[in-house]
């Protein structure tokens, strides 16, 4: 009787030995049913074993799921990686790297009947040949308004080919074809210059020769366009996406024809990263720099960094693409470790980079937040027919109600937050928690009947232009309008049809987009993440206003960039007003050097939650003492989080950092092994974040 090792699905940082129920000849990376504790666990066989160390008479039998092929060694290797780095239990990196399916040990309906053989199956599904990638379901690319016009364009393209690279181009797509082996490239281009069509290049050359290509986003939903652009490009070649949009089969089957061979490329989201893919031979990430790729609950993984581990170990060329790289990237492509490749310029020779220009708001008097400048260059616009953007990185109405008698001020009574007023649906409601709740008619604590409310969201700013421009035809973009891919299609499908003279949004409206008659984004209330607390923030910003003033001026029109600041003069600002990036980053880098800051840290948090936070605190201080002595790793001491109470569970952090990495991976390995030891209150949960984002 076979007797196997199991990574089970279990909080535990160790696996499992187990007999099988049933003999049988290749048994690793096999899914398998065990017993665990009162029910059964899902586990992947990591191998057999000679012998266990679990005592003959305790080993219990595991069942192996029938009709699913063996993982390959090599994602078990990828996920045995993640378990290492992040220090998460190996049997929880692997059900979370499959599909929610077969995590549930089910396979997707067609692939059941036994009579097929694997990929018999799969091609009864149609799998290899009929589905294409759709942003929510199975919408083929020529079905929808992009689809037509995408392919329209592309068949061109494709056939004698209407698009000549550019020399910038040329130079990229052929660096990229020439790498042998393992090399990480940086194509560093400004918005609108082509840095898909070096994807798209890239991924055909590679695809010439018979390799299966990763091609990984930050949000899919928010680009349908992408994807009709990748299908409409490979009409013959199989396309899957995979992100959580996608319904729970179709996710299973694209995963399974990844590994075994069936599709061509994967285009998905960070969990996508996990696709078993025999013949990988590219691996592409998109906007690297996106926040996104970085799981914030759970495997707390980056997408970006496992994706170049993975090219590592399969020896092949990653592509990391930005307009305004993470510095850390940036830091590595200035060192050598990584290789430039630069578009500089856009694509479409008419097509400019935008003027970007400040409007100081200390000398004037802003109508609800609004400066004349910024007014007269919307009314313009109005008058020439073209759309306005307005960005406001803030959704609802004001971010609190408040009573100027007595002071009392909206708050989330399970959150250390205030409840943030909606009046398109006159709501109070919580944006960490969700709680919601009516807007009161009078103060609760005073009665007084004047509520007022501070600050501005998108919604007010809406109002506020409609008062403004009442021949105008506003839409509203964020969250709360688009807040279902069926809103969201419909919003971006009026505006592509120019119903929208003025588009008021959050960052949803920043990425990918390309509106033809939009000329101006007028940027509003953008300065508070100066001076945020967050070393990250001012990344963050850059990167969005680079982003969000990058979707204006893509076509033949010029494009103009107005951002209301009190501080015109703050580099963030001249930087953005020159394009020059590499001066922002280089600023940037220097601080954070004389900070100590990454990517010249290396860093890991302890995080403790518990209904007091007397508890989390204890839990951190108990750790701390119990941390092995470790000469190049620093230790801080721990705190309450920012955001210290959410969802009525107090929060509190311990930092650890390092020059070295291997220093503070030795050290987290020791110190992770003491910590599952610890015994702690059944109500405390803790979990430690690797190279973490969030402070
Ligand atoms: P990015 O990904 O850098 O934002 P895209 O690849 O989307 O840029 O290209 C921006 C626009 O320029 C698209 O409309 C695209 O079709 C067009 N484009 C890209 N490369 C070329 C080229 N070599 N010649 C003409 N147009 C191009
Ligand atoms: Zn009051
Ligand atoms: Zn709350």
């Not at 100066?530 to 206003?545: K, S």
Request: aromatic residues 8%; hydrophobic residues 45%.
């Amino acid at each position: 009787m076979n007797l196997v090792r199991i990574a089970l699905d279990v909080p535990l940082p160790r696996s499992f030995d187990y007999r099988l129920t049933a003999p049988a000849a290749a048994t690793t990376g096999r899914l398998a049913w065990a017993p665990f504790g009162s029910g059964n666990k899902i586990g992947v066989v990591l191998g057999e074993v000679e012998r266990s160390d679990q005592p003959a008479e305790k080993l219990k039998s595991a069942e192996l799921i029938d009709g699913l092929p063996a993982l390959p060694a090599d994602w078990i290797e990828l996920c045995r990686f993640c378990a290492r780095y992040y220090h998460h239990p190996l049997g929880q990196v692997m059900a979370f790297a499959l599909p929610p399916l077969l995590r549930k040990g089910k396979l997707p309906r067609a692939l059941k009947p036994k009579v097929f053989g694997f990929a018999e199956s799969l091609a009864s599904l149609g799998t290899a040949t009929t589905w294409r990638p759709a942003p929510f379901g199975r919408v083929g690319a020529g079905e929808t308004a992009e689809g037509r016009r995408a392919s329209n364009m592309e068949t061109v393209e494709t056939a004698p080919s209407s698009n000549v690279a550019t020399a910038d181009q040329s130079a990229a797509i052929a660096a990229i074809g020439n790498a042998s082996g393992f090399r990480t490239f940086l194509l560093h281009g400004v918005t609108g210059s082509g840095k898909t069509e070096v994807y798209l290049r890239a991924i055909a050359a590679v695809l010439a020769r018979g390799g299966q290509a990763l091609m990984l986003v930050p949000e899919i939903a928010l680009t349908p366009q992408l994807e009709s652009r990748v299908s409409a490009r490979f009409p013959r070649k199989n396309v899957v996406s995979a992100h959580s949009g996608v319904a729970d089969a179709a996710r299973a089957r694209a995963f399974l024809s990844a590994l075994d061979g069936s599709a061509d490329i994967v285009l998905g989201t960070r969990l996508s990263v996990f696709m078993p893919l025999p013949r990988l031979a590219l691996i592409v990430v998109d906007e690297e720099h996106d926040a996104s790729f970085k799981q914030q609950d759970g495997l707390r993984y980056s997408a970006r960094d496992v994706a170049i581990y993975r090219a590592h170990q399969r020896g092949i060329p990653i592509v990391l693409g930005s307009a305004t790289p993470s510095l850390e990237t940036f830091h590595h492509a200035e060192s050598g470790r990584y290789t430039k490749l630069e578009l500089p310029e856009r694509a479409v020779a008419a097509a400019e980079l935008p003027s970007v220009a400040t409007v100081d708001t200390r000398k004037q008097k802003l109508q609800d937040g609004l400066s004349a400048e910024l007014i007269a260059a919307v009314g313009e616009r109005l008058r020439r027919g073209e759309q306005s953007l307005l960005f406001l990185n803030r959704r609802g109405y004001a971010p609190v109600l408040a009573c100027p008698a007595c002071g009392w001020i909206s708050h989330c009574r399970r959150c250390a937050a205030n409840l943030v007023l909606h009046l398109a649906d006159r709501r109070l409601r919580c944006h960490h928690c969700g709680l919601e709740m009516a807007i009161p008619h009078a103060c609760p604590d005073c009665g007084n009947l004047d509520l007022q409310p501070f600050g501005r969201g998108t919604q007010r700013l809406e109002e506020r232009l409609a008062a403004l421009f009442p021949e105008a035809r506003i839409l509203r973009i964020d969250r709360d309008s688009a807040d279902s891919p069926k809103k969201w299609q419909a919003l971006l499908a009026a505006i592509h049809a120019g119903e929208a003279d003025i588009l008021v949004g959050t960052q949803m409206l920043a990425k990918g987009h390309d509106f033809p008659k939009l000329t101006l984004v007028g940027v509003v209330g953008a300065d508070a993440a100066l001076f945020a607390a967050d070393f990250r923030a001012p990344e963050r910003l850059f990167a969005q206003l680079m982003q969000v003033g990058g979707r204006s001026g893509r076509h033949d029109l010029p494009g103009e960039v107005l951002i209301q600041t009190e501080y015109p003069d703050h580099p963030l600002y001249r930087a953005l007003r020159d394009h020059d990036y590499a001066a922002f980053a280089q600023a940037q880098l220097a601080e954070r050097e004389v900070a100590g800051f990454p990517p010249f840290t290396f860093q890991a948090m302890l995080r403790a939650e518990a209904p007091e936070l007397k508890q989390a605190l204890d839990f951190l201080h108990a750790a701390v003492e119990r941390a092995p002595a470790f000469a190049e790793v620093l230790r801080y001491d721990p705190v309450p989080m920012r955001l210290a109470r959410l969802k009525n569970r107090e929060r509190a952090q311990l930092l650890v950092e390092s020059r070295s990495r291997p220093a503070l991976q030795g050290f987290l390995t020791a110190w992770m092994e003491t910590l599952y030891g610890l015994r702690t209150p059944r109500e405390l949960r803790w979990h430690l974040d690797v190279d973490p984002l969030e402070f």
